[in-house]
C-alpha cells in the first residue's frame, strides 16, 4: 500500500473512495452525503457552515475516481459505493 493512487481518493469522512466529490468553500473536500442540505453546509472536518445551495463539485477528481473505481470494479464489487445503500 506504500504509492497506491487510491490514497488521494478517498474520502477523509466515511474513508472509501469519494461518490460524488465536492470541495467546500475551506477547501476540505468529501463526498456528497446527507450533511449537505439544500441551504447550507456544515464542513464535517472544521465545522464551518456555509449558506449556500450548490455543492461545488469536483469534477477532476470524480473523473478520478470513477476511472479508479472501473480499474478496481471486477475484484471488489461490494466496497464501491461512499456513504449510501
Ligand atoms: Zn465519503
Ligand atoms: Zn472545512
Known amino acids: 500500500m506504500e504509492s497506491q493512487p487510491e490514497a488521494n481518493l478517498k474520502c477523509p469522512i466515511c474513508l472509501e473512495i469519494f461518490q460524488d466529490p465536492v470541495i ?3 477547501s476540505h473536500g468529501f463526498c456528497l452525503q446527507r450533511w449537505w442540505t439544500e441551504t447550507s453546509v456544515t464542513c464535517p472536518i ?3 457552515t456555509f449558506l449556500q445551495g450548490d455543492p461545488p463539485q469536483n469534477l477532476a ?3 478520478l475516481c470513477e476511472a479508479y473505481l472501473l480499474q478496481t ?13
Open 61 to 63: 477528481l470524480k473523473n
Open 46 to 48: 472544521c465545522r464551518t
Open 24 to 26: 467546500l468553500w475551506c
Open 73 to 85: 470494479a471486477q475484484g471488489k464489487s461490494d466496497t464501491l459505493l461512499c456513504g449510501r445503500s
